[in-house]
């Protein structure tokens, strides 16, 4: 008798949690399309995500944009929009968004082109996009970024107008799954610093900094025949596990091919990076072991990891499907937020002051000279502004949206795996998919650090050591990472809210 009244309540506790989950949005019918488009250069081309440039004459896997379009309808009335698009690309730099909507312009009518964003897979075997990012003004007989970023934008606007045009009723699905695909990558040592892939085999080793996230977030999208046409897949890791000096999508290119092979090429798929500041998908702790199962199974480590996530992917759509929804609810908000900066010191304006005009006066320039001096160069102009009674905020564009019962979040920065863990534990969405390195705003984003990856270090004349946490890699630090926090699970709780009632 307890048995079977546990097992009713249980049925009831289920039902009131699916009716508060659905509660404050009412169901619409949705629409969706995709597109994909290549976007590898014909030509040689610099590689940025490097301190110094490559340039790239050989491709070990062809770049794409994938392209999501999803549109709300009540009969006639649109209800909210939503254009994703996913790049193979290292970060979205500075002025790349804006620039893109710009060359949108006129083109998808009936759309808010403020509801568009890009986000790139980190790859760190992708164009340079910023003619001045190294010390090259040119770059001989490869593909300038000046001539890279036009031609881009001309074919990913060629596969949003492609997938906007072609939405069309359709169904989604939803669904959490699990591979070992980043590892933390922050080595802490006896006397309490910590350094970006430090040595383990020492003395002095004591452990690993922080949380590891092997989730799989998976959102499959559907025709009205409930045929899979694109598949968004968000995990923390970075695309960072092929390396080398010849383009490449990473471990994404491998993703999609098995997706390919399973369910067909047709299928868009959306790489995406959850927050993943302090991870890589390089094992340390088991390296040797790892390198000898990928030599057993005949796979390169990129490959391997493709292998894991696609794995993940495949365990779960089966497993949705018992799920597949119509007429879901989409909310789309756009916000403008102002996050506290991080605070440069005196003595950090010193070392960084010192280091520049060391980089000035060598005669034998380095090849990661360019590299250094930008760095140190964003420390001495913030903290020269921050005399002036600048530098105080950081200003950023984030895009929150509500499809059913999942969360989707962004930010521009490589945000520690523990500001994710708070969002999604705080969130109210059965499912909340995470997206960093999205947008662009006027300044770069980079690193932003958990309390204790800055106690680890300090900022030396040393620019890889413990770099993803000192002022030399970090717009905002500690404090301006919580406000983010905060801000994010404000945003999507307001998506949570029940209408309010008519008088």
Known sequence: MRRRCNKRNSVMALALALAFSSAGASAAELWAGAATTDITPDRPVPLTGNSSVRIAREIQSRLTANVLALESREGDRVVDQAIMVSCDLCVIRPGIQEGFRKHLAGRLPGFDLNKLFLAATHTHAAPVILQNRYDEKDYGDAMQPKEYVPWMFQRMTEAVVKAWESRAKGAVAWGLGHAVAGHNRRVVYSDGTAKMYGAMNIPEFRGIEGYEDHGVHVMCFYDSQKRLKAAAITLAA????????????????????????????????????????????????????????CKLRDLTYCEEIGRRVAGAFEDVVGVIAKDVRTDVPLIHRVRQVELPARVITDAEYAVAKKVCEEVDVRKKRLKTDAWTRHFYGLVVERYLAQQKGGWKTYAMEMHVLRLGDVAIATNPFE??????????????????????????GPQPAYYVPTPRAVAGGALNANPFTNYSATAAANMIGPEGAQVLVDRTVEAINELWKPPAKQN
């Not at 000096?245 to 999609?256: E, G, L, N, P, Y």
């Not at 945000?415 to 662009?440: E, H, K």
């Open 238 to 293: 970075t695309a960072q596990a092929a390396g080398g000096s010849k383009v490449s999508a990473d471990f994404w290119h491998d993703v999609r091919r098995l997706i390919h092979e399973r369910h067909g090429e047709s299928v868009c798929v959306l790489g995406f990076c959850a927050p993943a500041g302090d991870q890589t998908p390089r094992a340390h702790v088991n390296k040797k072991s790892e390198e000898r199962m």
């Open 415 to 440: 945000l520690f795996v523990d500001y994710g863990v708070q969002i999604q534990a705080r969130s109210p969405a059965v499912q909340t998919f995470l997206i960093q390195l999205a947008t662009s």
